[in-house]
């Protein structure tokens, strides 16, 4: 069965930095592309950026201005973000997701981790 | 950059069907596959549509989904609406660089 697990999220200041890891297992990492997406309180999906199977290709969204960064361990089967010079808009639930390359869509997801940006 | 576009929110009585549209500001909605999410409070995203029309195993096929060029649009189609139904449904589509989110339509069944 397909486990994705968000953790670092929490309360951080604005200007701050804060790294979020994604545990995978289940399925073999290491052939899947994978992103992040994130949630605004009361707000909708929001995609951040993905990562290639092999890191090769990575795209980010224009509104993040290249803050965050993302990257992947495939020996450790694990997702990262970083994100840096964060601002209180960057509060959200940062989710972790599988992408399917044929289909173009997310068919499993993490919990979540929670990141608060407020001073 | 293309922009998804859905309704803020739609409602409807139980047993009745109600379809939940996503209109494409640029380019043409059959170029890249569409997914349906369902979101309940304090949950994660699930998938109930994918590839425009596909049901993931353990779906209802009370739900459907379908593209319309003529309108450039995709629909998520909910039959025989039960209380369960009651989320926040999001479409999704992609580019070269770029996944995309309709912002999201909140479902009420009455």
């Known amino acids: 069965e397909v486990h994705l697990v968000e953790s670092g999220g929490g309360l951080v200041k604005p200007g701050g930095s804060l790294r979020l890891s994604c545990a995978a297992s289940?399925?073999?990492?290491?052939?899947?592309?994978m992103d992040w997406v994130r949630q605004a309180p009361g707000k909708g999906l929001e995609w951040v950026s993905s990562?290639?199977?092999?890191?090769?290709?990575?795209y980010q969204a224009d509104s993040l201005e290249g803050r965050f960064t993302v990257s992947r361990d495939n020996a450790k089967n694990s997702l990262y973000l970083q994100m840096n010079s964060l601002r209180v808009e960057d509060t959200a639930i940062y989710y972790c997701?599988?992408?399917?390359?044929?289909?173009?869509?997310?068919?499993?997801w993490g919990q979540g981790t929670l990141v608060t940006v407020s001073s | 950059n293309f922009m998804l576009t859905q309704p803020h929110s739609v409602s409807e009585s139980p047993g009745k069907t109600v379809t939940i549209s996503c209109t494409r500001s640029?380019?043409?909605?059959?170029?890249?596959?569409v997914q349906w999410y369902q979101q309940r409070p304090g949950s994660s995203p699930t998938t109930v549509i994918y590839?425009?029309?596909?049901?993931p195993s353990g779906v209802p096929d009370r739900f459907s989904g379908s593209i319309d060029s003529s309108s450039n649009s995709a629909s998520l189609t909910i039959s025989g609406l039960k209380a369960e139904d009651e989320a926040d449904y999001y479409c999704q589509s992609y580019d070269t660089n770029n996944r995309v989110f309709g912002g999201g339509t909140k479902l009420t069944v009455l």
């Open positions: 640029s380019g043409s909605i059959a170029s890249n596959y």
């Open positions: 997701a599988r992408w399917s390359s044929s289909s173009g869509s997310f068919h499993y």
């Open positions: 590839e425009d029309n596909q049901r």
């Open positions: 289940g399925f073999t990492f290491s052939t899947y592309s």
């Open positions: 990562i290639s199977r092999t890191s090769l290709y990575i």
